[in-house]
């Protein structure tokens, strides 16, 4: 489903004209350090060592505090989640978040 979701999204962004980039599937590890579900998601707000990002993928249950692991699938810039009300600057989606 997840994978339906960002080829929708990629579509979207060429058709709408947004700034999107494709992903290598770089690994990322943080500490979470805000995070919300919404429309099936779990958005994560992650700290890696000098950097500092959103993250969605399919919900699962996090905590802040808890340290995420994250691959790289697609960045969306100025994304508006509807069902949080809510647009991120950059925002980095995720095939699923794993608690370390």
């Known amino acids: 489903m997840i994978a339906k979701l960002i080829k929708l999204a990629a579509v979207a962004t060429l058709a709408l004209g947004m700034s999107s980039a ?17 429309g099936g998601y779990t958005y994560v707000q992650i700290k890696e060592s000098d950097k500092t990002f959103w993250a969605a993928g399919p919900q699962v249950e996090v905590n802040k505090g808890d340290t995420v692991v994250v691959q790289e699938q697609m960045w969306m810039n100025d994304f508006t989640s509807k069902s949080l009300d809510r647009t991120f600057e950059e925002l980095l989606f995720v095939g699923r978040i794993d608690k370390k």
Not at 27 to 34: F, Y
């Open 22 to 38: 494709w992903a290598a599937g770089v690994v990322h590890e943080g500490t979470v350090l805000d995070t919300m579900n919404g």
